[in-house]
């Protein structure tokens, strides 16, 4: 069964404005990371690394960066790992779609397949 | 490890090209980043984080277009992911040096896949052959601004796009590129679908299968911000402005040039993987 054209149609803008959102989202952080380095040390090079770890540990460990000194590496981490969350956001959007809006089961079971694969691959440690 | 200003502008560069040619950003600055001095698997791993901002960026704009096909996306995205994350896996364990000789190797022969490209811009409205690819569903329709009209298609020969969709995103994952001249080579050759809807869909599935990759380069330690956050920022505006000089630009020979400087870099890898100079 397919839906009304235009409720396809807002599901695409929806999923264009989650795409620009993100990808907007995170220029603005990684900017703003690079910017506040500059004003602290005088060099807008960031010097920290990122050990080995997975996105999802890698987003609870976010709340233990703390100190102005350590906004820059909270801002660029963020920004990071909202680009990496971008393209999931979309992948559940587009399983909501064809589940509640197109009511087509088999590719619930395709995007499904797609969200599980990426859900593991952000626990990959 | 280069400065800030030379990623940026070396990124802004590589984005420019990369649009220009119609085959990413990653494909230049891996290469130029080595020369650099900067570690090919760190490289790579920050080449294929920034692919995921220029394809979303793009995709947003297609997506709100209407041109972009999601079922053949999704369909495709299950086989992409899984190469990704297979490939991405190869290169941690892989040595340099073999890595090299490998981007070079793919990089000429993505470039010659441009060649190859006989798609047609209307696609075909046959009914598919093959029942799977019947039962997929895969038509579509899209308002052509330039034909100033709406066009029908049908994909065909699912069963045979998914697997080589594999090869593509082991290719994306193995190198951190998005290795879209490929993606829509398939689109085009095997499932016969119209250039705008290969193109923009082969946009989508490039950002969910380079985050498949990006995790495992992430697990493995190898995303380094001070290097990752310089190259988002300058390949996203490149890619901007590569695209919009792009559909201006009816000077082949300019084009030309760019394919040129992809075919020097692609020999250049090669040289110095066989060289044994990383």
Do not use: C
Request: net charge positive; aromatic share 8%; hydrophobic share 55%.
């Amino acid at each position: 069964m397919s839906a009304p054209r235009d409720v396809v149609g807002l599901m695409d803008t929806l999923i264009g404005w989650i795409l620009l959102a993100g990808v907007s989202i995170s220029v603005v952080l990684l900017s703003l990371a690079l910017v506040w380095q500059w004003v602290v040390t005088g060099s807008p090079a960031l010097t920290f690394a990122l050990p080995g770890t997975s996105l999802v540990s890698f987003l609870l460990s976010l709340g233990a960066v703390t100190g102005a000194a350590s906004a820059p590496q909270a801002l660029a981490d963020l920004g990071l790992a909202v680009l990496m969350l971008t393209p999931y956001v979309r992948v559940l959007a587009s399983v909501v779609f064809f589940a509640f809006v197109e009511h087509d089961w088999k590719y619930v079971a395709f995007t499904s397949f797609v969200g599980a694969v990426l859900t593991y691959s952000l626990f990959l440690r | 490890m280069p400065s800030v200003a030379v990623l940026i502008a070396v990124s802004v560069v590589a984005g420019f090209i990369g649009a220009m040619s119609g085959m990413g950003g990653g494909i230049v600055i891996i290469p130029v980043l080595t020369l650099l001095g900067v570690d090919i698997k760190q490289a790579i791993a920050a080449s294929i984080i920034s692919v995921i901002a220029t394809s979303s960026g793009a995709a947003s704009a297609y997506v709100r277009d209407r041109i972009t096909n999601l079922r053949v996306g999704m369909f495709l995205e299950m086989f992409t992911i899984v190469g990704a994350i297979v490939g991405a896996t190869i290169t941690i364990v892989s040595g340099r040096a073999i890595l090299f000789v490998v981007f070079g190797l793919v990089l000429l022969a993505s470039w010659g896949a441009l060649f190859l490209e006989r798609g047609t811009e209307r696609g075909t409205q046959e009914r598919p052959r093959d029942r799977f690819t019947r039962s997929l569903d895969l038509r579509g329709t899209f308002y052509d601004a330039g034909e100033r009209e709406t066009i029908r298609y049908e994909g065909q020969r699912s069963w045979l796009g998914g697997p080589f969709m594999f090869v593509a995103g082991l290719t994306a994952g193995l190198l951190g590129i998005g290795a879209g001249a490929l993606k829509v080579v398939i689109f085009e050759l095997i499932m016969r679908l119209p250039s705008k809807v290969s193109t923009t869909t082969s946009n989508l599935i490039i950002g969910v299968t380079a985050l498949a990759g990006t995790s495992v380069y992430l697990a493995a330690g190898l995303i380094d911000p001070a290097l990752a956050a310089p190259v988002v920022l300058g390949i996203l505006p490149g890619a901007l402005i590569g695209t919009r000089v792009l559909v201006r630009l009816t000077n082949r020979s300019v084009r030309l040039f760019f394919m040129v400087v992809l075919v020097v870099l692609g020999l250049e890898m090669i040289w110095r993987g066989l060289a044994g100079v990383g």
